[in-house]
């Protein structure tokens, strides 16, 4: 991955471009933004141009011996980490070819816990997956392609120990060798704990990147270690570019579309082009659940929805309430902005009109809930209860008079 290959992001590109040359380069570095706007990508980049004995102003040679091996994700002082599990009901994660101290295998044993996974076990499928979606990565997609079901993946006490090992050695080739955490904010509390020590003294010439969506599921402790490098989503002028390329057929109607209800995410822009009825399925959902806690003596239509939203599975929960919370975000827009500022669809604009109303300053407490409920999903809360006591809580708010 060069550095030219990133979608946009030109301020980032040239504060990294600049920590190079100025010989500034910290030796640990949080790559932190919402959604998938690029910042594996930049890591990815960033160690590759570091490491080019041939490297200009502005990249990577793309074509050295370093450079060759990046692109194949073959460099042997390149590591990565990334949450897994085990893959679901009646299924086998197929293995490929490992790196590190694990030896070759064709599937994770039935009886293996979770706690005995690491993410060598799962490289292969690592490395085709990056080049699925060339390295914009999205959790959800990844959890499909191991195939673990409704189940969270997680970076355990047991890949701590794998980091620690693998990264104590001395480089092989390159003059840095490169961590790249992808998800950190999936470590639990056994394997952060391990890695406090290693993250504010690594070995030498060692640089670590945690590529993250959630800095505040992270510890303090962790978070202290890390230079924080902001990355910002990506803006819509350098969205439409990079989709009138790679969707050359469609119309600039549903490109504009998309890109103003994606927010500068490059996978949610692309779901949004090649399946937008998901949209709209969470949009007719969101307008039931609204009307169910309104309407008085609803307890049962609710304890309906509550079981149907329950059976989804957990990553399809969490975008649910990231739509929802979107949703209510655009009616205080409505509200309190200019309707220039609002990012919806026809259908979403037709509705919000009758709804914004009932969303002010005065019940703005349900974006908290909503904030609450999102965190809480992703911490493995129990469905049920979490879309049961947010609906009653909806219930009492929305009737809050403005």
């Known amino acids: 991955m060069q550095i030219k290959d990133i979608i946009g992001q030109q301020k980032i590109k040239e504060r990294l471009l600049n920590t190079v040359k100025n010989g500034r380069i910290s030796h640990a570095q949080l790559f932190l933004g919402k959604g998938v706007n690029g910042k594996l990508a930049l890591a990815v980049a960033y160690a590759q141009y570091i490491n080019c004995p041939n490297k200009t102003e502005t990249d990577s040679c793309g074509i050295c011996s370093s450079c060759v091996k990046y692109q194949a994700m073959s460099h042997p002082d390149l590591f990565f980490s990334f949450p897994v599990n ?27 816990k979770s706690s005995d996974l690491i993410s060598t076990m799962f490289y292969r499928k690592w490395l085709e997956y990056l080049r699925e979606c060339n390295y914009y990565a999205e959790l959800q997609q990844w959890y499909k392609k191991i195939e673990i079901g409704d189940k969270q993946g997680i970076i355990n006490v047991n890949e701590a120990r794998r980091i620690v090992k693998d990264l104590s050695y001395k480089s092989i080739e390159a003059e840095y060798k490169v961590l790249i955490i992808w998800q950190p904010e999936k470590m639990n509390g056994s394997s952060a704990n391990l890695l406090l ?64 209800l994606a927010g500068g995410d490059l996978q949610k822009t692309y779901s949004l082009i090649e399946a937008g009825d998901d949209v709209k399925e969470h949009f007719l959902m969101f307008q039931s659940w609204m009307r169910m806690c309104y309407k008085k003596g609803s307890l049962e239509e609710i304890k309906g929805f509550v079981e149907k939203v329950s059976r989804i599975g957990r990553e399809n929960q969490k975008h649910f309430l990231n739509y929802s919370l979107r949703l209510v975000r655009e009616c205080l827009i409505a509200n309190y902005g200019h309707p220039t500022l609002n990012r919806l669809t026809s259908y979403e604009a037709d509705w919000l009109l009758k709804f914004a109303p009932f969303i002010h300053i005065n019940n703005r407490q349900i974006v908290d809930n909503f904030d609450k409920a999102i965190i809480e999903i992703g911490r493995n809360a129990n469905p049920s209860v979490l879309f049961m006591s947010l609906s009653l809580d909806l219930s009492q708010l929305l009737k809050i008079k403005p």
């Open 86 to 112: 085990k893959a679901g009901k009646g299924k086998s994660a197929d293995l490929g070819e490992n790196k590190g101290s694990i030896e070759k295998s064709d599937q994770v044993s039935k009886n293996a």
């Open 197 to 260: 020590k290693f993250f504010e003294e690594p070995p030498e010439r060692t640089l670590i990147i945690m590529v993250s969506d959630e800095k505040d599921q992270l510890l303090t402790t962790i978070q202290s270690r890390f230079q924080i490098i902001p990355i910002p989503r990506i803006l819509d002028s350098d969205m439409r570019s990079h989709l009138r390329n790679k969707f050359p057929s469609i119309d600039t109607h549903t490109i504009d579309t998309s890109i103003k």
